[in-house]
């Protein structure tokens, strides 16, 4: 039985879940004593299951065996632990003793295995990290043997379970609990995080962008029957447009992953219509053992700049991840931005001219052009070769609307009356600042601005006024006078 009590004993110390806890001046395995659990957050609920008995006679001062309890051994019967020991446990390596303790609390918090917990309260007020914070048992609440303690309701950290031995040792030929101060056992938590990342942060209408979502998966977490939920945030300005991937890899560095979208529940998941405001969707994994084996889950999917983004005003977009009462926000929420121009038109006096019709149009990669067309603020077309046209106003101003970064250029197809049409297209470029992306480079907005001159034509009076008759008549005048000299003066020009 020494060697029993000492390979339960070596179980513990060589597990990652747990040490060894000692009570105090104890002697009967039906003698309460304590247990002491650190390093967990303020508010915890946490509980002590006692999954193995260890039986102590007192008559005759010697251990007489110790087990499972028996809602365990049943458990395990029915389960891949079914020929398990404790010898068997403690012979086998780390990631199979942490296999069976994690198995255990999930079955434990799952109603599967039916056990009373010894709940601990939280000792002491502890400032600053949780980790000074302890939680223990209440005076004479725990008996000899081994306990799981798990750990929930926390928002800091994901706990995973921990043991606790009260155990015997033969130190004067009779078997008793050290007469020493109890240590504590110190809590293994970890925590999760999320990223969200785009393919583009300047867009303009009708562009597309991927976002990807980075969420960890919670590693030997003690309570199976929470849900772990991505909740990822859009903006108005963007129209979802499909090609979701929901992939899980198992390691921090994998190159490839696996497609574990037959795990996930979307709830109100983006629809593909434009939308009317900033909206939430959801996709949850509401069972742990889909989940588990993976380090973490990348989630990706596209949207469109529509007609809602605003030049000047941030598209921004955020996520969520959240297990049982823990929450993890994206910790920089992404902000995408869209451009415009502005134009003013005015004559060489400063007047400002109404009734100028421009076309725009975009340089592609291969220095082609293309007209832009819906969702730039203009909604007329020319009638001659359908174009999308932006005509000047009352106060001489016109407004192109969401522009990429690039290369474009203006075209003025029709001038204000009694004005020359410009002779040739004018070039402009959008580039984002490079400290402040919301603006467009030397500008403190996201406007480019372009000041477009007319000049006036020369204008002859129409008929009805003075019209052509005074140089017509000027003209013969001319000619009679010179008629009239040359008569005159015949002889001396001509010499007759």
């Known amino acids: 039985m020494k060697k029993f009590l000492a390979v339960l004993l070596a179980l513990t110390l060589t597990l990652s879940l747990g040490i060894t806890a000692f009570a105090t001046n104890v002697a009967d395995s039906n003698t309460p004593a304590a247990i002491s659990v650190s390093g967990i957050?303020?508010?915890?609920?946490?509980?002590?299951?006692?999954?193995?008995?260890?039986?102590?006679?007192?008559?005759?001062?010697?251990?007489?065996?110790?087990?499972?309890?028996?809602?365990?051994?049943?458990?395990?019967?029915?389960?891949?632990?079914?020929?398990?020991?404790?010898?068997?446990?403690?012979?086998?390596?780390?990631s199979v003793q942490k296999a069976f303790y994690t198995d255990l609390a999930h079955a434990i918090k799952a109603g599967t295995v039916v056990l009373a917990p010894t709940s601990l309260t939280q000792t002491g007020t502890g400032t600053g990290d949780p980790a000074t914070y302890t939680y223990a048992s209440a005076s004479n609440a725990a008996t000899m043997g081994q306990y799981l303690v798990i750990v929930s309701g926390t928002s800091s950290y994901i706990y995973q379970p921990v043991t606790a031995n009260l155990l015997p040792s033969d130190s004067t030929g009779v078997w008793t609990i050290s007469d020493q101060d109890t240590p504590v056992i110190d809590a293994k938590r970890t925590t999760i995080d999320i990223t969200k990342t785009a393919s583009d942060t300047t867009l303009g209408y009708g562009d597309t962008v991927t976002f990807t979502l980075n969420a960890g998966v919670p590693q030997n977490a003690a309570d199976s029957t929470k849900t772990l939920s991505v909740a990822d945030t859009m903006s108005a300005g963007l129209t979802y447009s499909g090609n979701l991937t929901i992939?899980?890899?198992?390691?921090?560095?994998?190159?490839?992953?696996?497609?574990?979208?037959?795990?996930?529940?979307?709830?109100?998941?983006?629809?593909?219509?434009?939308?009317?405001?900033?909206?939430?969707?959801?996709?949850?994994f509401a069972h742990y053992a889909d989940i588990m084996a993976y380090d973490h889950i990348v989630i990706t999917y596209t949207a469109t700049l529509n007609e809602k983004a605003v030049v000047n005003t941030a598209e921004s977009n955020t996520a969520t991840l959240t297990w049982d009462k823990f929450s993890k926000?994206?910790?920089?929420?992404?902000?995408?931005?869209t451009y415009g121009?502005?134009?003013?038109?005015?004559?060489?006096?400063?007047?400002?001219?109404?009734?100028?019709?421009?076309?725009?149009?975009?340089?592609?990669?291969?220095?082609?052009?293309?007209?832009?067309?819906?969702?730039h603020g203009s909604t007329t077309t020319d009638t001659t070769n359908g174009h999308y046209i932006w005509t000047s106003d009352a106060n001489g101003a016109l407004s192109v609307e969401r522009l990429d970064e690039g290369t474009y250029r203006y075209t003025e197809i029709k001038a204000p009356n009694g004005y020359n049409l410009l002779t040739a297209p004018v070039q402009f470029v959008i580039a984002k600042d490079a400290t402040n992306a919301a603006n467009v480079s030397g500008k403190t907005n996201g406007y480019q601005t372009a000041t477009v001159v007319n000049y006036s034509k020369l204008v002859l009076p129409s008929t009805g006024g003075m019209g052509t008759t005074i140089f017509t008549v000027l003209g013969a005048l001319i000619v009679l006078t010179s008629g009239l000299f040359l008569a005159l003066n015949r002889k001396r020009i001509f010499g007759k």
């Open 341 to 375: 121009l502005q134009i003013t038109k005015q004559n060489e006096k400063g007047g400002l001219l109404t009734g100028a019709v421009f076309t725009i149009e975009k340089k592609g990669a291969d220095d082609s052009w293309t007209y832009l067309g819906e969702g």
């Open 329 to 337: 926000t994206v910790t920089t929420p992404i902000s995408l931005y």
């Open 41 to 94: 957050e303020t508010g915890a609920a946490v509980d002590a299951y006692k999954i193995i008995d260890v039986n102590y006679n007192t008559t005759s001062g010697t251990v007489t065996g110790a087990s499972f309890a028996p809602n365990v051994q049943t458990w395990m019967n029915g389960t891949s632990y079914s020929s398990a020991t404790i010898q068997s446990l403690h012979d086998a390596d780390a």
């Open 247 to 284: 992939t899980g890899y198992a390691t921090s560095d994998a190159a490839t992953g696996t497609d574990i979208s037959s795990a996930a529940t979307t709830t109100n998941w983006f629809a593909t219509a434009a939308p009317t405001a900033s909206r939430t969707g959801t996709i949850s």
